[in-house]
C-alpha cells in the first residue's frame, strides 16, 4: 500500500497519482453512497442528481486506491464547472489540488479535450 507521507519528496504527483477519466456509474454511486456524509459535510446539498448531471467525471488514484473524485461540466470556451472536488478522508489535508488543478495538469487538458 502507498502512502502519501511515505514517499520522498523527490516523487512528483504524476508518479504518484493518476487522474482516470470517466468512473463507471456503479462504482460512482458506490463512491457517493460510501461517503455520503463527510461530503455533505464538505459540499451541503450536493446530491445524487448533481452528479447525474455531470458530463466529466475523474477519479483520482494512487496505485489501486481511490484518493479522491472530481465531478464536472463542461462549460464551453475550454472551462468547467466543478459540481465536486472530494478527497476521501484518509488523504484530506494533502494539496491534491495542486496535481489537479495546475495550468496544463490533468484536468485542464482533459476538460479542454471534451
Same mark, same amino acid.
Given at each position: 500500500?502507498?502512502?502519501?507521507?511515505?514517499?520522498?519528496?523527490?516523487?512528483?504527483?504524476?508518479?504518484?497519482?493518476?487522474?482516470?477519466?470517466?468512473?463507471?456509474?456503479?462504482?460512482?454511486?458506490?463512491?457517493?453512497?460510501?461517503?455520503?456524509?463527510?461530503? @455533505?459535510?464538505?459540499?451541503?446539498?450536493?446530491?445524487?442528481?448533481?452528479?447525474?448531471?455531470?458530463?466529466?467525471?475523474?477519479?483520482?488514484?494512487?496505485?489501486?486506491?481511490?484518493?479522491?473524485?472530481?465531478?464536472?461540466?463542461?462549460?464551453?470556451?475550454?472551462?468547467? @464547472?466543478?459540481?465536486?472536488?472530494?478527497?476521501?478522508?484518509?488523504? @484530506?489535508?494533502?494539496?491534491?489540488?495542486?496535481?489537479?488543478?495546475?495550468?496544463?495538469?490533468?484536468?485542464?487538458?482533459?476538460?479542454?479535450?471534451?
Amino acid at each position: 500500500m502507498v502512502y502519501l507521507w511515505a514517499i520522498p519528496s523527490s516523487v512528483g504527483c504524476d508518479e504518484l497519482l493518476k487522474l482516470v477519466p470517466s468512473p463507471s456509474e456503479a462504482y460512482l454511486k458506490h463512491l457517493l453512497h460510501e461517503f455520503d456524509a463527510d461530503i @455533505q459535510h464538505f459540499n451541503p446539498g450536493f446530491s445524487g442528481d448533481a452528479a447525474a448531471r455531470i458530463n466529466l467525471g475523474f477519479l483520482i488514484l494512487t496505485g489501486a486506491e481511490t484518493v479522491g473524485l472530481v465531478l464536472a461540466r463542461n462549460a464551453g470556451h475550454g472551462s468547467a @464547472q466543478v459540481d465536486l472536488d472530494y478527497v476521501v478522508p484518509r488523504y @484530506q489535508g494533502f494539496t491534491l489540488g495542486e496535481f489537479v488543478y495546475r495550468p496544463g495538469g490533468p484536468l485542464a487538458s482533459r476538460a479542454t479535450e471534451e
